[in-house]
């Protein structure tokens, strides 16, 4: 030693903040070998920069890497960098972070926002990602040299009282890392940190992306009987160092791409659609993200994981991050890899993070944009894939109003146009009457009970082409979505229907309409009292042509299938009564009509009045409230025609 060693004491607040670190921010006791290769990484990029820009300095750049030695009998696991290493006034500053006067303020900052949750900034820094260490070792020996300097430094504790700094000779240029470990424990979350299978595990992990080489020696193999134990030759790498996302897009095959998306996806099929994109600025970071072919098992769980990753330089940090992608995009895989965040960030900070909002927004129109793309140069391919995700992205609707437009362009459906093609809206709108300025669309539980609505007959009739929706989220998103490139949306279940967009109707028909609503008014009148604890208004159709009766909504009331859906879902809503209107033309309503006006008193009009409601609901899938007596009912009225 070129010097006395100096024993130092840490402060009493220290002392709380430090206990903090090692025990309450990391749930993971695994992560003190991230943090450890991250900081020794960090060391590797900074000594490669020195050397580019000080032509001074005489340092070897050839073989950058990071060493992971195991003592077995003395129970010691080494992390060792041959990176830019530290003075002793660096090791003050940086592994001595937490050691510095003044934390008072912070700690009573930390535990006013309940300790762990404040603390979380915290991470990043050097110190406190070295002081994870403690976590697992007992004692905790640094051995470094800076680049350029003869001096070398030793810095010592146990993570209790006190720590020692030394000058120190003979050291490499780079830095040393040495846990003296604690015994495996399971039940404390202590793992055996010496055994080589552990060590690849968390290196795979959380590091296998890191760009320099992080190497172990390898296990000793068996030769043969004759020749005994024999060491495997040279260390062993343990990283893959293969960050596609750090490459430039034009470097990177279709074959590499797909090989990545199967290693993060555990999918065995190639991706329909990929984007890979790199943001610099104020905020750098890389993605690389994927579009399945093909729906995972879970897509509707309510545990089912987000695909996203993230990571901070190349360290994994977490899993299904659900603050970088919406969740009508949660079948999208791949990676996020943000420059200047801290590695320990926490889910709740993400959240709330305004430079992590801005890039989910980002993610998310490249995704959106990628999409449409993908409609209008593969539309095969599209067309499948909405098949596998469409439900799932007309969520959107209803979650993303800032990016409902581009999401109504990606919108397949079926429609009356074609019996088996589905159409976007954009092909609806140019197929669109003269005049014509709604977008027609009928919900239904599937497209036969649709298409044989009585709602439909005046549609199909003049030649008005219906969507046809049938997934239960369609049933939102049509309310809340007012209209798709100036065409408002309107249900064909619902409010008054007018197919004569001639301004200049006939006279002569508008003055028969005005006379078939006068001759009609007794009997609707009539049938508005008779049923109306079931219907809150009786009128005249100009949908119908062959059904007798339908039921419609008014223009805001929901539909029944939203009623039974909220239902299901344990929200009591009060019942909404709906319209009745009659087919005048049918001979059911004119035979209704003339039997009223020669005897209103007469009883079996009510029992008529009855059946025809009850039809009407059974017509459009509907559930009686009665069955039984709507069953005899019929009966004895066909009995009598017998």
Known sequence: ????????????????????????????????????????????????????????????????????????????????????????????????????????????????AKDAEAAQSLIGQFGVGFYSAFMVADKVTLRTRRAGTEQGTTWESDGEGTYTVAQADGLPVGTSVTLHLKPADTEDGLGDYLAARKIRQIVKQYSDFIRWPI??????????????????????????????????????????????????????????????????????????????????FDLFSRDAKRGVQLYVKRVFIM???????????????????????????????????????????????????????????KADAYA??????????????????????????????????????????????????????????LTGENRQTVESSPHMEAFAAKGYEVLILTDPVDEVWTDQVPAFDGHRFQSIAKGQVDLDHDADADAEAKAEKAQRDKDFADLLGWLQTTLGEHVKQVRLST??????????????????????????????????????????????????HQAHRAKPDDPALADTAELVHGSALLAEGGDLPDPARFTRLLTDRLSRTL
Not at 326 to 339: E, I, S, W
Not at 422 to 428: F, G, I, N, V
Request: proline share 4%; aromatic share 6%; charged share 25%.
């Open 384 to 441: 499948e894939l909405w098949e596998q995700f469409g439900r799932v992205i007309k969520e959107g609707l209803i979650e993303d109003r800032d990016n409902a437009d581009a999401l109504l362009e990606l919108v397949r459906a079926a429609s009356t146009n074609d019996p088996e093609q589905a159409t976007t809206l954009r092909e609806y709108v140019a197929r669109m009457k003269d005049g014509q300025d709604t977008i027609y669309y």
């Open 1 to 112: 030693m070129a010097s006395p060693t100096e024993t130092l004491e840490f402060q009493a607040e220290t002392r709380q903040l430090l206990q903090l670190v090692i025990h309450s921010i990391y749930s993971n006791k695994d992560i003190f070998l991230r943090e450890l290769i991250s900081n020794a990484s960090d060391a590797l990029d900074k000594l490669r920069l020195e050397s580019l820009t000080d032509t001074g300095l005489a340092v070897d750049t050839s073989d950058l890497h990071i060493s992971l030695e195991v003592d077995q009998e003395a129970r010691t696991l080494t992390v060792r960098d041959n990176g830019i290493g530290m003075t002793r006034d660096d090791v003050v500053d940086l592994i001595g972070t937490i050691a510095k006067s003044g934390t008072a303020g912070l700690l009573a900052k930390i535990k006013e």
């Open 319 to 377: 899993d299904d991050c659900d603050a970088l992608m919406p969740d009508y995009l949660r079948f999208v895989k791949g990676v996020v890899d943000a420059h200047d965040l801290s590695l320990n960030v926490s889910r709740e900070i993400l959240q709330h993070d305004r430079q992590i909002t801005a890039v989910r927004r980002r993610l998310v129109k490249k995704v959106l944009t990628a999409l449409k793309t993908m409609q209008t140069a």
């Open 543 to 592: 949908r119908l042509t062959t059904s007798a009766a339908c039921l419609v909504g008014d223009a805001h009331d929901l539909t029944p299938t939203l009623e039974k859906m909220y239902r299901a879902m344990g929200q009591e809503l009060p019942p909404v009564k709906r319209i009745l209107e009659l087919n005048p033309g049918h001979p059911l309503v004119t035979a209704l």
């Open 215 to 296: 190497r172990m020696a390898a296990e000793p193999v068996a030769a043969n009987t004759d020749a005994g134990d024999a060491a495997a030759d040279g260390p062993e790498t343990l990283n893959s160092m293969k960050a596609l996302w750090a490459r430039p897009r034009s470097e990177v095959t279709e074959a590499e791409y797909s090989e990545f998306y199967q290693q993060i996806s555990h999918d065995w099929r190639p991706p329909a659609e990929t984007v890979h994109m790199r943001a610099e600025g104020t905020f750098e970071y890389e993605a690389l993200l994927f579009v399945p072919a093909h729906a995972p």
